[in-house]
């Protein structure tokens, strides 16, 4: 019986080799744009959105300087930072600048075991526990309050930040002549820090509000004691200048 002679089909189309040839093709004309990308940045605008980080931390190594190998086309974008990319950028080094500021002036007055600082979306968050300010259920500075305060306030006086005073409690309910329910409570404990600034040190009361936000944004659950201290707190919230909004139920601005 014969036997077939097995014949190997030919390939149609391109030969697979082909796709991995147009894969790196692609990489590098992608590679290619980016390098003239590159070459067509404004230099001085460059510089100065690298300069705008010296001192932070950020890129402290020094930058090499970029060589523009060709004029930016006309109908190139020139001004890579918007008026709000550029308006952003300086608040953001504001915000860092004066993190620093009170990292360092905290930890030059051995304040960093009663006072927690934070970076928020919001400002420089200053975190202090009810303990530390008041007796439960009162809005009356305790002696040891005073004299943190007396501290905080020569930071203060130093930066130009606007200053929200915010009051918190657990959820506890309230029920006294002088404090309804925990709205007044937290409200008037902020207002009394503001108060403090104002009268005992002279600070321009149009830098600060005082709100109360009562049991209603706490830091954890309401389940344990420890969890409820921790809710206690008047935190001093520092603000991009102009740029604070205000919040909360109950307001007190230049307070008497």
Do not use: C
């Amino acid at each position: 019986m014969a036997v077939k002679k097995w014949q190997k089909k030919p390939e149609e189309g391109a030969p697979t080799w082909m796709i991995t040839y147009s894969d790196l093709m692609t990489q590098l004309v992608v590679f290619f744009v980016l390098l003239f990308s590159f070459s067509v940045i404004n230099q001085q605008k460059f510089q100065q959105f690298i300069a705008s980080y010296q001192g932070m931390g950020i890129l402290d190594g020094g930058v090499s300087p970029i060589v523009e190998t060709e004029p930016a086309p006309s109908n190139y974008p020139e001004n890579l930072q918007t008026p709000e990319a550029a308006a952003a950028l300086a608040r953001a080094q504001e915000m860092m600048q004066t993190y620093q500021t009170v990292k360092n002036f905290l930890t030059a007055n051995g304040l960093e075991s009663e006072v927690e600082v934070r970076y928020e979306d919001r400002g420089i968050a200053l975190d202090i526990k009810e303990r530390i300010l008041f007796d439960s259920g009162r809005a009356d500075l305790k002696p040891e309050a005073r004299q943190l305060l007396d501290k905080l306030s020569g930071l203060l006086s130093r930066l130009p930040n606007e200053v929200k005073v915010e009051g918190y409690t657990d959820n506890r309910p309230i029920h006294t002549v002088q404090f309804p329910t925990n709205w007044e409570l937290s409200t008037a404990r902020a207002a009394r820090v503001v108060r403090y600034f104002i009268e005992e040190h002279h600070l321009q009361p149009d830098r600060f509000m005082a709100i109360g936000y009562g049991e209603y944004h706490p830091l954890y659950p309401n389940d344990s004691p420890e969890h409820m201290a921790e809710n206690r707190r008047v935190v001093l919230l520092l603000g991009v200048n102009g740029s604070q909004q205000t919040q909360g139920k109950e307001v007190y601005k230049n307070a008497p």
